[in-house]
């Protein structure tokens, strides 16, 4: 059974930094697209990060650019998400989600997904 298991979410303070983990089991993120995505209340999930585990090829969403960073584990089998830099507006659940995408921004082309954790970032 594939699981994506998301940590180090929380709360802090605009300007600090917090380090997203993604942990997989029963699944290899080799040869394959591991994603962040987020949604704040009342928007859509958006896509803001993603990487081509094994190559480390990066894509990043304007919002996040040069402040967050995508990274890869391979002994681990995890990816980080690395904010810093944050603002009110990254409020949002943070969510891990893995597959084969053809945009790797679309949410359609993500099989496996983490149930998702809480970030917020008070002014």
């Known amino acids: 059974q594939v699981q994506l298991q998301e940590s180090g979410g929380g709360s802090v303070q605009a300007g600090g930094s917090l380090r997203l983990s993604c942990v997989a089991s029963?699944?290899?993120?080799?040869?394959?697209?591991a994603a962040w995505f987020r949604q704040a209340p009342g928007q859509e999930r958006e896509g803001i990060a993603a990487?081509?585990?094994?190559?480390?090829?990066?894509f990043y969403h304007d919002s996040v650019k040069g402040r967050f960073t995508i990274s890869q584990d391979d002994a681990k089998n995890t990816v980080y998400l690395e904010m810093s830099s944050l603002k009110p507006g990254d409020t949002a659940m943070y969510y891990c989600?893995?597959?084969?995408?053809?945009?790797?921004?679309?949410?359609?082309?993500?099989?496996?997904w983490g149930q998702g954790i809480l970030v917020t970032v008070s002014s």
């Open positions: 990487i081509y585990y094994g190559r480390g090829v990066t």
């Open positions: 029963g699944y290899t993120f080799g040869g394959r697209y």
């Open positions: 989600a893995a597959g084969r995408p053809a945009n790797v921004f679309d949410r359609s082309g993500y099989t496996y």
